[in-house]
């Protein structure tokens, strides 16, 4: 079975720029929730998705937004970039939606300049 | 305090020996636990979850509840080279939302 995929895996973007990334989930699997990480803030959590609902959202400005596909496909797309953007983007597939086991992929990594 | 806290380490361990990390939490009511490992440069993997009904053994991985104390502790026996990672524990909040330590480093040295 395929694991999670992410696109692209690398961007350079300039500040003020906005930006989309996509993630497919595993096949089945109908959650999508991602994450940034950062080395000074460790794996933040942005959104889940579940039936193309959002049905969580952590402590990201407006800027920060999602949505999610009928085939469980998601995007999440980041507007005006700050230079604290900079990131790895991860994006983890869950069966259902709730705490269970999610399986990440292997992320995108984002260079605001 | 932070939901999930996590001695960043570097924890550094013979090959052959038993590392043991912990995590601490700060909702009593947490139900489940999950411990991650991420290599450099590597998305996380999940190695093993928990309830709050009991520990749990998976080769020379055991993960371990102290509700009292509110920690989960990971074990890892015979600790090999390759176990070098970081090791992230998680738990979700009260919204389900998975919260993340920031990570204990784990060094395996021969």
């Known amino acids: 079975k395929a694991g999670v995929t992410q696109t692209p895996r690398y961007l350079i973007k300039t500040r003020g720029q906005q930006v989309t990334l996509s993630c497919s989930p595993i096949s089945g699997h109908r959650s999508v929730s991602w994450y940034q990480q950062t080395p000074g803030q460790g794996l933040q959590f942005l959104f889940e998705?579940?039936?193309?609902?959002?049905?969580n959202k952590g402590n990201f400005p407006g800027r920060f937004s999602g949505r999610q596909f009928s085939n469980s496909r998601s995007e999440m797309n980041v507007s005006t970039l700050e230079l604290g953007d900079s990131a790895l983007y991860l994006c983890a597939s869950t069966l259902w939606t709730g705490p269970d086991e999610q399986f990440f992929g292997p992320g995108t990594r984002l260079t605001v300049l | 305090q932070k939901e999930v806290e996590q001695n960043s380490g570097p924890l550094s361990v013979p090959e052959g020996a038993i590392a043991s990390l912990n995590c601490t939490y700060s909702?009593?009511?947490?139900?489940?636990f999950f411990w991650y490992r991420q290599y450099s440069g590597k998305s996380p993997e999940l190695i093993m979850f928990?309830?709050?009904?009991g520990d749990k053994e998976d080769g020379r991985f055991t993960a371990q509840l102290n509700k009292a104390s509110q920690y989960v502790s990971l074990l890892i026996r015979d600790s090999q080279p390759s176990d070098s990672a970081t090791y992230l524990c998680a738990v979700p909040d009260n919204t389900d939302k998975l919260i993340f330590g920031t990570g204990t480093r784990l060094q395996v040295f021969p």
């Open positions: 928990i309830y709050s009904n």
């Open positions: 998705y579940f039936s193309e609902t959002q049905r």
């Open positions: 909702d009593r009511g947490s139900q489940s």
